[in-house]
């Protein structure tokens, strides 16, 4: 059974730090670029951050440049996502997703995205 599951996510106030976990399994996650997608409330889901299959790429989007990392260890199937400086408009579910494609930039669109997981919940507030 191919899955990707989510964790790390919960309150936390501005200006701090969450790790989220993507853990794979069923497949082998060499072979496909990660992303994280986030969802925020009352807005349509958006790309935040790519690596590809074996690191060498990785983007961000403008508005978690310098305070977002993404990270993977194919070894443990595991794609990581290390937030810092975080604000209240971080708020939202993340997604972390797979996919076979490489593309321009690293993230490829929703609907090439191959694999997704259930989400985890971020919130940023005092």
């Known amino acids: 059974q191919l899955q990707l599951v989510e964790s790390g996510g919960g309150l936390v106030q501005p200006g701090g730090s969450l790790r989220l976990s993507c853990a794979a399994s069923?497949?082998?996650?060499?072979?496909?670029?990660m992303s994280w997608f986030r969802r925020a409330p009352g807005k349509e889901r958006e790309g935040v951050s790519c690596?590809?299959?074996?690191?060498?790429?990785?983007s961000h989007a403008d508005s978690v440049k310098g305070r977002f990392t993404v990270s993977r260890d194919n070894a443990k199937k595991m794609v990581y996502l290390q937030m810092d400086s975080l604000r209240p408009e971080d708020t939202g579910v993340y997604y972390c997703?797979?996919?076979?494609?490489?593309?321009?930039?690293?993230?490829?669109?929703?609907?090439?995205?191959?694999?997704w997981g259930q989400g985890t919940q971020v919130t940023v507030s005092s």
């Open positions: 997703a797979a996919t076979e494609y490489v593309c321009a930039g690293c993230l490829c669109p929703e609907a090439e995205q191959h694999y």
């Open positions: 069923g497949f082998t996650l060499d072979y496909y670029a």
């Open positions: 690596i590809s299959s074996n690191g060498g790429r990785i």
